[in-house]
């Protein structure tokens, strides 16, 4: 269990995700040190309640790569392939590193892209995910910031920041992030998700409550709405509304073809946790 405990924390945050799009990739949220993050909170509630350039050595990792795909690409009978259709399959290419871990791969990968379309705003978005996934914070908030110079309207760089912001354990700037995220596009349910999430952690459990009714409302991603619903009604001490949505949680992962972030294994998982830990106290009574 313990074992099992920890896993799950380390991971606690990977419904924490983004949407770019047709393009997404996996964003976990870690934890900061317990004094500056107990600072930062405090700060927080109190006004609430009132570019990185790539690595020359991941240049030249690429190269072999893009020299296969230069003589594929000339070996083809068709008509050559556009410039266009070229950024596609290499921004997928890199989506599909990023899915399976290969970091390096994938930022070289959308560093590519950069470099031949500089003013693409996504591709920043998208190198800035993958170097927070990396654990390059720096790297990640360059791209974020750089991307929100080329087009301040993309509703998911701000979610994509706000995240990087709550890590930090910058609450408050979260916050303000996710409402401009929401401003833009009310309708992208992981800011929902992902702001009643920081403000659980504020202990803001009314408003975090209201956060995930709405985003319950759109009709997806419901099994992780419910999971993280539970667990602020858990933390609130409201045990028969917890237990009632992990239940909820579980039978929507049992539902055919049900997408959710970060897979169903991992969150079935967290939800185990949480719900021994909500009966353990129980079972110890009898």
Not at 63 to 75: F, L, T, Y
């Amino acid at each position: 269990m313990e074992r099992r405990i920890t896993r799950v924390l380390e991971a606690r945050h990977t419904l924490a995700l983004t949407e770019i799009h047709h393009e997404d990739v996996m964003n976990m949220r870690s934890s900061t040190g317990r004094q500056e993050k107990a600072s930062n909170a405090e700060r927080s509630r109190h006004i609430l309640g009132a570019t990185v350039r790539p690595t020359l050595k991941l240049q030249k990792r690429w190269q072999p790569k893009a020299r296969r795909v230069d003589s594929a690409i000339a070996a083809r009978t068709l008509p050559p392939i556009s410039h266009t259709e070229l950024e596609t399959v290499l921004r997928q290419e890199a989506l599909q590193a990023a899915q399976r871990g290969d970091h390096d791969e994938a930022i070289a990968l959308f560093s590519v892209l950069l470099e031949q379309n500089p003013s693409s705003a996504r591709d920043y978005n998208n190198r800035g995910l993958v170097y927070f996934q990396s654990g390059n914070l720096d790297g990640a908030i360059a791209d974020y910031n750089q991307a929100l110079e080329l087009d301040s309207t993309l509703d998911s760089v701000y979610n994509n920041r706000a995240n990087y912001y709550a890590a930090q354990g910058k609450f408050l700037e979260a916050i303000l992030d996710y409402d401009a995220a929401l401003d833009l596009n009310p309708a992208n349910v992981r800011a929902w998700l992902n702001q009643g999430i920081t403000l659980r952690e504020l202990e803001m459990h009314d408003r975090a409550l209201e956060c995930f009714d709405f985003a319950l409302r759109l009709g997806r991603l419901e099994a992780h709405i419910y999971a993280e619903r539970g667990r602020t009604h858990h933390l609130w001490g409201d045990w028969n509304a917890a237990l009632a949505d992990y239940q909820r949680a579980i039978e929507r992962l049992s539902l055919p073809n049900t997408s959710t972030p970060g897979g169903a294994a991992r969150l079935r998982l967290q939800l185990e946790v949480w719900k021994d830990e909500l009966l353990s106290p129980l079972e110890r009574q009898e």
